[in-house]
């Protein structure tokens, strides 16, 4: 269920195909997210799940696994 809200908010997000955003999925070089794409992304993501994620913990997250991840821990 987390993976599919990830899902969506990267797809509104990034604006990207929906068949690149899998688990595995490399937020820079596969899905394209530039520093300001991810800002937008992490806010949006809050905003999504009621949960507050800090600069430095989200430029730790290199893959839609490590968002899923860091979300199922904080809820």
Same mark, same amino acid.
């Given at each position: 269920? !987390?993976?599919?809200?990830?899902? %969506?908010?990267? &797809? =509104? @997000? &990034?604006?990207?195909? =929906?068949?690149?955003?899998?688990? %595995?999925?490399?937020?820079?070089?596969?899905? %394209?997210?530039? *520093? &300001?794409?991810?800002?937008? &992304?992490?806010?949006?993501?809050?905003?999504?799940? *009621?949960? @507050?994620?800090?600069?430095?913990?989200?430029? !730790?997250?290199?893959?839609?696994?490590?968002?899923?991840?860091?979300?199922? *821990?904080?809820?």
């Amino acid at each position: 269920m !987390t993976f599919e809200k990830v899902k %969506e908010t990267i &797809l =509104e @997000s &990034l604006n990207c195909k =929906e068949e690149k955003v899998v688990p %595995e999925a490399r937020l820079m070089e596969d899905l %394209e997210m530039d *520093s &300001l794409d991810g800002a937008d &992304l992490a806010m949006a993501l809050e905003d999504v799940f *009621s949960i @507050s994620i800090p600069d430095e913990e989200f430029e !730790t997250m290199k893959t839609v696994q490590d968002i899923v991840d860091y979300i199922d *821990s904080h809820k």
